[in-house]
């Protein structure tokens, strides 16, 4: 079975292989000549698994503090060609379909026509409202209201009276119930500002996943699965890098990847693309 093979050949290179461990969350982990392989991953994907995470090992062996730098690709295909990372990029949305933030930039696209409602609701009433600039009005009004914190939070609780005895709850949903005399427009530009937040926080989680899927470490790990996982796509996907890998490969340059590849069957000694 190949799945063991390849934990056998790893422990050879005296590398800890672990299966029966969370994999601190990820479907595998690689950190100091330890392979973590999540026990909770479906059996298709722990061959692919073992070959990504052997990626970052035969890395880590190239440069130092990969898990902290995220590694270069110069020093991986010892190139500065530009379409590396550029190919690369298309392999990982190839092998991991997660790296297109497919249902982030739904919600993303949800939210934005939300924020567009609540602004026709507003312009309804102050044609002239901006987003990018102060609205008056409501500035004017919010003052004197408590539903002034709602705008930094969709959910409040104010605790007054003596020694804390009282509570008050509100929330952005229960606007027009809690504060019956606020104009729609008023309603609406707090829950267009609460859309602002959410749109604020999905593009900053796409920009965190993207750091992450463009790390070289992570690029040159998944160009590894993609050999695997079809061979011929990946290498359609990326004709530069796969000739500049294979050229390495047959010179040493990724040490025991190549007896790796070989076993999987991806990589028979002499590799042409």
């Not at 497919?102 to 949800?110: D, G, V, Y």
Request: some cysteine; overall charge positive.
């Amino acid at each position: 079975m190949l799945e063991k093979d390849l934990v056998k050949y790893f422990k050879s290179l005296g590398l800890e292989v672990h299966r029966a461990t969370k994999a601190r969350g990820h479907q595998g982990f690689f950190m100091k000549n330890r392979i973590d392989i999540s026990r909770n991953l479906p059996q298709n994907r722990v061959v692919p698994t073992l070959l990504h995470e052997f990626a970052h090992y035969i890395h880590s062996k190239l440069e130092r503090d990969i898990n902290k730098s995220g590694g270069s690709l110069e020093v991986i295909f010892l190139s500065k060609n530009p379409d590396i990372k550029e190919e690369l990029v298309k392999v990982t949305h190839f092998v991991d379909e997660n790296s297109l933030c497919i249902r982030l930039l739904e919600h993303k696209a949800r939210v934005k026509e939300r924020i567009k409602q609540f602004e026709n609701i507003i312009k309804a009433e102050y044609p002239n409202f901006l987003r990018s600039k102060k609205f008056k009005e409501f500035d004017k009004y919010i003052k004197r209201s408590k539903a002034r914190y709602l705008l930094k939070y969709d959910r409040v609780k104010l605790i007054g009276g003596f020694f804390g005895t009282r509570e008050e709850i509100f929330t952005i949903d229960n606007l027009e119930r809690d504060f019956p005399d606020m104009p729609q427009a008023f309603c609406a530009y707090i829950r267009l500002r609460s859309a602002m937040r959410k749109q604020a926080r999905i593009t900053a989680r796409m920009s965190k996943y993207k750091k992450y899927y463009e790390r070289p470490t992570e690029l040159f790990a998944r160009f590894v699965e993609g050999l695997y996982l079809d061979k011929e796509w990946t290498e359609a996907l990326a004709p530069v890098t796969a000739a500049i890998f294979y050229e390495l490969l047959e010179n040493g340059h990724f040490m025991e990847l190549e007896t790796v590849l070989d076993m999987t069957g991806v990589c028979r000694k002499q590799c042409v693309v």
